[in-house]
């Protein structure tokens, strides 16, 4: 049976602007774009959703998430749950990519997998990294190439903890090693094969990257470091690097409010790169939601800082209202990151062809409602679908 959706009278973002448009989803892809669909089509079952004027932008791809949790620095009882469907369509995110962050030993990548084949049949789609913190890596074949060439979900490796005290100190020759797995596994899967890097504020920062770029052959594409706004010094850094072809990803998570004084803030990191002419195709922006973070508070004692997915959204409507583009603003969080990881255009566009995700902004450019697969997961602020164990 067919399922069939019409949204109609939208100002249509695909991420670039494309002006008052109607748009057909069938089966959960977008078979038409054009103005008045509604007196061409005839469909039985057909649902109408009428957008009234307001911006429709692709679904969001978020490149980075604790799927299965996150945390535990503080012990045990800090890790946090695995994340619900819901958390994650209220976010105005329809695809997203699965890291196991920094416990390795009680966290497992076959559990990431699980998980993620859990949240595509409850209605998004969903996909992991292999791999973890500390190297050697953690894998399911056990190894990292053979992941990305067997496993569907598996688009890469990460995230891989460097210039931070969690980190297990990996040697430049190990990180070659670890890059090229990605970039020969890619290839022979038809993937992207990149590798995350976790990104501390350690005095290295992002040297070891740089001297390989300098020393090997390995592409620049396959580079992506994350949480570069998390001080100054690492975000200058990370210009270079987007400047010799690598990608750079920022944190929504991390802002001064949840616990990083010396960071930039995700929207002013945005601004800045746009307004200093940084080709905004190496630039994404992901949450890191549902990991945690333990803050020692004056006395001694720790606070637990959960990051939340719906920070991305915060800070592409707070980026926009600081000028930058709606297009642009847009574009690090959906046709970037589809891009870098091999997804699109199937992923992070609206145009004939794509998968039918998108949301729909009110005028405030709050997030009204969210489409993934053709199916409306929230409606008007509401969650309409829930997870299979959400009450």
């Not at 078979?31 to 669909?37: D, F, M, P, S, T």
């Not at 939601?289 to 004692?301: E, I, Q």
């Not at 000028?323 to 566009?349: E, I, M």
């Amino acid at each position: 049976m067919h399922k069939s959706l019409l949204v109609r009278n939208a100002e249509l973002y695909a991420p670039a602007y494309q002006g008052m448009q109607d748009i057909l989803i069938v089966n959960g892809q977008i078979v038409a774009i054009g103005k008045k669909l509604a007196a061409q089509v005839s469909l039985p079952g057909l649902k109408t959703l009428d957008a009234a004027g307001r911006k429709i932008i692709p679904g969001y791809v978020d490149q980075h998430v604790h799927i299965i949790g996150g945390g535990g620095e503080s012990g045990p009882y800090s890790r946090t749950p695995e994340v619900m469907l819901s958390d994650i369509t209220s976010a105005g995110v329809t695809t997203v990519v699965g890291v196991l962050g920094t416990d390795g030993t009680g966290r497992h990548p076959e559990s990431l997998l699980a998980k993620a084949r859990g949240l595509e049949a409850e209605g998004i789609s969903a996909y992991i990294l292999t791999g973890s913190y500390e190297v050697p890596l953690r894998t399911i074949t056990g190894d990292a190439r053979r992941d990305i060439i067997l496993i569907d979900k598996v688009l890469g490796i990460g995230e891989i903890a460097l210039s931070d005290h969690r980190s297990s100190e990996p040697t430049k020759e190990e990180l070659k090693r670890i890059l090229t797995q990605a970039r020969v596994g890619g290839m022979l899967a038809g993937k992207s094969g990149v590798v995350q890097f976790h990104m501390g504020v350690g005095r290295k920062g992002l040297q070891q990257l740089f001297e390989i770029l300098d020393e090997s052959e390995i592409p620049a594409g396959h580079f992506i470091p994350t949480h570069v706004n998390r001080s100054m010094p690492l975000f200058e850094e990370a210009k270079l690097l987007a400047q010799r072809g690598g990608y750079i990803d920022i944190t929504s998570g991390i802002r001064a409010s949840d616990g990083f004084p010396d960071c930039v803030k995700p929207s002013e990191a945005i601004r800045i790169l746009w307004q200093e002419g940084i080709d905004m195709q190496q630039v994404t922006m992901s949450s890191d939601g549902n990991g945690c973070m333990s803050v020692r508070l004056p006395d001694g004692s720790t606070r637990q800082l959960v990051t939340k997915l719906a920070s991305l959204h915060e800070e592409v409507r707070d980026a926009v209202q600081a000028g930058v583009p709606l297009a642009v603003a847009a574009g690090v969080c959906t046709a970037n990151p589809a891009r870098v990881n091999g997804l699109y255009p199937r992923k992070g566009c609206l145009e004939q062809g794509c998968d039918g995700d998108m949301l729909i902004l009110d005028d405030d450019l709050n997030i009204d409602s969210v489409i993934a697969g053709g199916e409306i997961m929230v409606a008007v602020g509401k969650v309409l679908v829930k997870g299979t164990f959400e009450v």
